[in-house]
């Protein structure tokens, strides 16, 4: 769905992440049950749920994959897979990605940027960007889970997409990298662009989105800004156990 926002200057036209009634099942077991939201531009969208409850196949859905039993999913309008720029379209990072270990930053960034026919250029920015200028000649099989962290964040951002899909993207991280990372996703919202993130880590997610989604066994259970969501609770973590029911031991099979 697109949105075009005008001012006195010029026009500009902003795209959205939307899911529309997505089901999707694994060997006779509902994972996903008729899941619908949208992720805006300019806003960091939390997507929240206990261990299990459906966010990573979601995202995969997004991605294309794997594909929904019914129900659709769209990214600037249509499917990710009819993106004729798919790297400048979506920049995504998937919790758990395998990384080249003997391949340098540089080295894999460049295959990358072959692969998706990305400018070159951008690589030494995005490696400022994530903080591994100074790493970026070492062997990945040397890096911390964090610093692979941050290469993957290289990675979704190298073709300067306009919807980030960021599953646990603080993962392995420490507080300064949390810290970093928080600034980076708001500062991308402030580009204009569309940041969906997904994290276990709720105080951060207070502090980080503007928009959450709380999802649990497959359904969603609550969407709204950040103030509908706490309102009524002391804070976000309150408020999701609560919507949740304690819902941490659900295992979706996926």
Request: include cysteine.
């Amino acid at each position: 769905m697109l949105i075009e926002i005008v001012d006195s200057v010029s026009c500009y036209t902003y795209t959205m992440i939307e899911i529309k009634n997505v089901s999707k099942a694994f060997k006779k077991k509902k994972v996903l049950d008729n899941v619908s939201f949208v992720a805006k531009p300019g806003k960091v969208t939390g997507f929240l749920g206990p261990n299990g409850a459906g966010k990573t196949t979601t995202m995969k859905v997004l991605l294309e994959l794997i594909y929904p039993d019914s129900g659709e999913a769209f990214v600037d309008e249509a499917r990710f897979s009819q993106s004729k720029t798919p790297a400048k379209s979506v920049g995504a990072l998937l919790d758990g990605k395998l990384m080249p270990k003997n391949r340098t930053p540089r080295t894999y960034l460049i295959s990358v940027a072959k692969a998706n026919k990305l400018d070159h250029t951008r690589i030494p920015h995005v490696l400022r960007e994530t903080g591994l200028s100074h790493v970026a000649n070492k062997k990945i099989s040397t890096f911390s889970l964090g610093m692979c962290q941050r290469l993957s964040l290289s990675e979704a951002l190298l073709g300067d997409p306009d919807n980030l899909i960021l599953d646990e993207p603080v993962n392995g991280l420490d507080p300064e990298g949390i810290k970093w990372a928080r600034d980076l996703f708001k500062k991308k919202a402030e580009e204009g662009k569309t940041v969906l993130v997904s994290s276990h880590i709720l105080s951060e997610m207070e502090n980080l989105a503007d928009e959450i989604v709380i999802i649990a066994k497959g359904k969603i259970i609550k969407t709204g800004s950040l103030d509908e969501v706490k309102d009524g609770y002391s804070s976000l973590e309150d408020a999701f156990i609560s919507l949740t029911g304690g819902d941490a031991e659900f295992k979706a099979g996926f």
